[in-house]
Structure formats: C-alpha cells, structure tokens
C-alpha cells in the first residue's frame, strides 16, 4: 500500500480538462503536486522532461496530456493526433523509467476499443479487430502507450496501471468548435443558436449512435482517494458512467437545460463514428469505482462553468 499523499506527484496536461481536475481535487487532499505548464515544460521533448522529473525528485506520475479532439479533428489530422501523441507519451513514459519512478498512471481511451465489438466492452478485447477509422490516428497511439505502460509495469515489476475512461466532460472542457467532443461541443452550438436566434441547430447523423460520458470530477475523486490501492488494481481497467444514451438524447438534455425551444436537423452526410461504445466497468467497481454524479446534474455543472468562463470571452 503506498502512502501516495506523501510523495511528489507530477501531473502532466494540467491545463486539460481531465489534468485539471485531478490537480485541484489532490490539492485539496494535501499532496505535493508538480504540474508544469507547456510553456514551463516541453512534453515532446524527452531531455527536458527527464531533466525536470530528476530535478524536481518525482516519485509518482499521472499522465493526462494528450492531443485530444472530436470526430472533424480526428479526421482532419490523423497523422498529427498519432506523432504527437507518441512523441508526448515516449518522452513521458521513458523518463519516468529511467528514473524507476514506482507508481504511474496512465490515461487511455475508449477509442482503444475496436469499432465492431459486443457491448459492453471488456478490457480484453483491446486489439481484437479492426478500429474505427474516425479516430484511428488516436487510437493507435493511445494503444501504444497503454501497452507500453502495461509492458513496464510486468517487465519492472513496478505500480504502473492504465486507466480506460469513457469519454469525459466537466469543467475545464474544450469547448472549441472545430476541436471539442460532443457534450461540450453541443452546448457551444445550442449557446451560439440563442445568442443570434437561430431555430434550428443540425445534429450529424441520424443522432441515434450511442456514446458514454462521466464526469470528469468523479474520475479525478476516484484517482485521488483510490491511488495508494495502485498495486491491486488490473493492468488495465474501464472507468465508465455505466450507462449510454444516444446523440439526440444528449441534444434534447442540452436544449432543456439551455431553455432552447428551437428544432433539430440531421446532417446524414457528416460521418457519426461508432454506433456505440459502453464500457464494461466491473472491475472497476470491485476497485471501489462508484460515479455519482448523474448526467443531468453533470450537465447543469458543466453548463455553468461554460458561460463563466468561455461564453463571454
């Protein structure tokens, strides 16, 4: 059992959504965080990295940074979201082991998953056919890490886990455009509707493929009050909401929320990705998983963190 609270944590992508919470909820339980900002720290740069992981004495990594997007951005650069990804987890990933850093966890993907596979999905049929070709860039080197992480911590005997969360929302979201996933993507759309009295807001697809969002802050509480059980935990392991709903639904949640009472249209020429992805949590579970927040109210949250700080910007 490791006394975590103790240690010098480094926090990578704190400027991220998921990086972000987790930062906030161990400074609140009194850890000694170390989380650099790109401009303090260059990620891909491995010489930097190791020099600052040796300097600063890390003796523990929660590695959240990654070139991360929605289905246009995956589309859009698939060679980029795999060099970056692999550059950001090689210099990451090699450093902390260098230095035989014991505990290290890393932040996966559902995209992992292949894109025709039964549901609810188990942490074994990682690789076991094809991926979605959406966001196959990312998924490849998010595969590459997890199983790297996964390599070492058999190879080392070290405390080194993967983490394969659902897809995530909450503050600190990107609320971007043309980068942002759905959740926080449909609040900036339904916002921007109401601002210029548009009726109607398009929905791509036929809004009936499925997809399983958390809440970010139940991911970073459960990381937090869970870690020092690092050494029992699998490989690797889901951590999902438990439940998925369709596109529309998450529309028609956002809409009620916003007070919008225009109409929706479907695009069926935009691409829509998987049919669904839900995972199988479990395992999860049995490691003292329980999200509580509900979609709702993680919707509500997440809506007034958005016109706080980006709305008006």
């Not at 609270?5 to 400027?15: C, T, Y």
């Not at 399983?212 to 459960?222: H, L, P, Q, S």
């Not at 949590?281 to 049995?286: P, R, Y």
Request: proline fraction near 4%; charge should be negative; hydrophobic fraction near 40%.
């Amino acid at each position: 059992m490791s006394d975590i609270a103790n240690k010098r944590v480094f926090i990578s992508g704190s400027r991220g959504m998921v990086g972000g919470n987790i930062v906030a909820y161990a400074r609140k339980s009194g850890w000694q965080i170390f989380a650099p900002s790109r401009d303090e720290l260059e990620l891909q740069d491995t010489s930097a990295v190791a020099r600052y992981l040796k300097e600063t004495e890390i003796e523990a990594v929660i590695h959240c940074a990654a070139r991360v997007g929605g289905i246009a951005a995956n589309v859009a650069a698939p060679a980029d979201f795999i060099i970056d990804n692999i550059k950001i987890d090689s210099s990451i990933i090699s450093s902390a082991r260098e230095l035989e850093i014991e505990e290290f966890i890393y932040f996966a993907s559902s995209c992992m998953y292949p894109r025709n596979t039964t549901q609810p999905m188990k942490e074994d049929q990682i690789l076991t056919s094809t991926l979605e070709p959406t966001n196959e860039g990312y998924a490849l080197s998010k595969i590459v890490g997890a199983k790297a992480v996964a390599a070492i911590a058999v190879q080392d005997g070290l405390n080194w886990r993967v983490l394969i969360p659902s897809n995530l929302y909450g503050p600190g979201d990107n609320f971007d455009k043309d980068t942002s996933h759905l959740v926080p993507s449909v609040i900036q759309k339904i916002s921007s509707a109401i601002s210029a009295n548009q009726s109607s807001v398009e929905i791509w697809g036929n809004g009936e493929a499925k997809r399983e969002f958390t809440y970010v802050g139940d991911v970073a509480e459960f990381v937090i009050e869970n870690i020092h059980n690092l050494n029992l935990w699998p490989l690797m392991m889901n951590l999902g909401y438990g439940e998925d709903f369709s596109v529309n639904t998450y529309y028609k949640e956002i809409a009620d929320a916003l007070s919008f009472s225009g109409t929706f249209f479907h695009n069926l020429s935009k691409p829509v990705g998987m049919e669904q992805k839900l995972l199988d949590s479990s395992i999860a579970k049995e490691n003292g998983w329980r999200p509580k927040t509900s979609l709702d109210s993680g919707i509500e949250k997440t809506i007034k963190w958005f016109q706080e700080n980006i709305s008006n910007d």
